[in-house]
């Protein structure tokens, strides 16, 4: 089974803080992503990579910043913690075929901050 | 750019009620469609898709067909449990895009399915 794993399940952070999410994949994808999930509003794309050293923003990059120095950690960078980016956040991954394959998520960190 | 409307919950079902949830997309391309499903205290996990117009995508009783001409992918399910109680999220993969394959989520469904 593919396993995709996240550092934290529950955070809770001052404003200002740099805060780290580390999400790790078992399966040798080549794709990673990372969303923040709230309500009504579904997932929304922050950053995503191809490969490793590889990253592209996606629709919400403002305030993240992400790393990939290896091909199964991601690594999801809030410079300077504010309270707007209290949320629940999902990393996922998926193998590189164009559009068709699954993407495998994991369990989520519910971040907060104060 | 590439949309996905859901209808929004929370649906409320009695056991054994019939389940459906409306989805409609934009895309520019041809994209594959998902619906994907969030079980409480945990991350997603796909459902069913589907990726070319027509297919029928199934799995657990639920189906949804993809229906280019109403750009609609609907799920349904003929009797519902109390386990299904989840939140929906249906989502686009387009498949020219520039790298990997990014989803468009749509908002989410939360159903909740009473004994």
């Known amino acids: 089974d593919v396993k995709v794993t996240q550092s934290s399940r529950y955070l809770v952070k001052r404003t200002g803080e740099k805060v780290f999410l580390e999400c790790v994949q078992d399966?040798?994808?080549?794709?990673m992503f990372w969303y923040r999930q709230d309500p009504g509003l579904g997932l929304r794309l922050i950053y995503f990579?191809?490969?490793?050293?590889?990253?592209e923003k996606g629709d919400i990059p403002e305030g993240y910043s992400v790393s990939r120095e290896k091909k199964e950690r991601f690594s999801l960078i809030l410079e300077s913690a504010s309270t707007n980016q209290t949320s629940m956040y999902l990393c996922?991954?998926?193998?590189?075929?164009?559009?068709?394959?699954?993407?495998?998520f994991g369990p989520g960190t519910r971040l907060t901050v104060l | 750019g590439d949309s996905v409307t859901q209808m929004e919950g929370p649906v409320t079902l009695s056991e054994e009620a019939f389940l459906t949830i409306n989805c409609t997309y934009t895309?520019?391309?041809?994209?594959?469609l998902f619906w994907y499903v969030q079980y409480p205290g945990e991350g997603l996990q796909l459902l069913l898709k589907?990726?070319?117009?027509?297919d029928k995508g199934s799995n657990k009783g639920f189906e949804a067909t993809y229906r280019k001409e109403t750009t609609s992918f609907h799920l349904e399910k003929g009797s519902v449990q109390v386990s299904d109680s989840a939140v929906y999220f249906c989502?686009?993969?387009?498949?020219?895009?520039?790298?990997?394959?990014?989803?468009?989520f749509g908002g989410g469904t939360r159903v909740l399915v009473k004994p």
């Open positions: 589907a990726t070319k117009a027509d």
């Open positions: 996922a991954s998926s193998t590189y075929t164009r559009g068709t394959d699954t993407q495998y």
């Open positions: 895309a520019t391309g041809y994209p594959s």
């Open positions: 990579s191809y490969d490793v050293k590889m990253k």
């Open positions: 399966m040798d994808h080549e794709n």
């Open positions: 989502a686009l993969s387009d498949p020219g895009g520039a790298a990997g394959n990014k989803l468009t």
